[in-house]
Nanobody, 120 residues
Framework: QVQLVESGGGLVQPGGPLRLSCAAS????????MGWYRQAAGKQRELVAT???????NYADSVKGRFTISRDSAKNTVNLQMNSLKPEDTALYYCNAGITTSSLRRWAYWGQGTQVTVSS
């Protein structure tokens, strides 16, 4: 019953901004950490940024200073503001969250992914 839905992906020119959003819905009791991962074509999935329930953030070195992760616990959402985008940022971006359901079962949930393409 728990789902994560990403939105905001698309095509953008190098140097441009893009904002991704992820909304969790369903029988949710609580959400721990939330984050964003990405997977470029032919490469392994990698961590982009995470944010704990307390607001502590963690960023990959490749995006630090350019990306900002934030969350709204009341709305069960997590956002990723991406600035100064580079072609190497092109990837399928996945939302992730550690969620305890109303039945008190904790699980790591993933969204379906949203494509971000940075091209001249």
């Amino acid at each position: 019953q728990v789902q994560l839905v990403e939105s905001g992906g698309g095509l953008v020119q190098p140097g441009g901004p893009l904002r991704l959003s992820c909304a969790a819905s369903g029988s949710i009791f609580s959400i721990d950490a939330m984050g964003w991962y990405r997977q470029a074509a032919g490469k392994q999935r990698e961590l982009v940024a995470t944010i704990t329930s307390g607001g502590s953030t963690n960023y990959a070195d490749s995006v630090k200073g350019r990306f900002t992760i934030s969350r709204d616990s009341a709305k069960n959402t997590v956002n990723l503001q991406m600035n100064s985008l580079k072609p190497e940022d092109t990837a399928l971006y996945y939302c992730n969250a550690g969620i305890t359901t109303s039945s008190l079962r904790r699980w790591a949930y993933w969204g379906q992914g949203t494509q971000v393409t940075v091209s001249s």
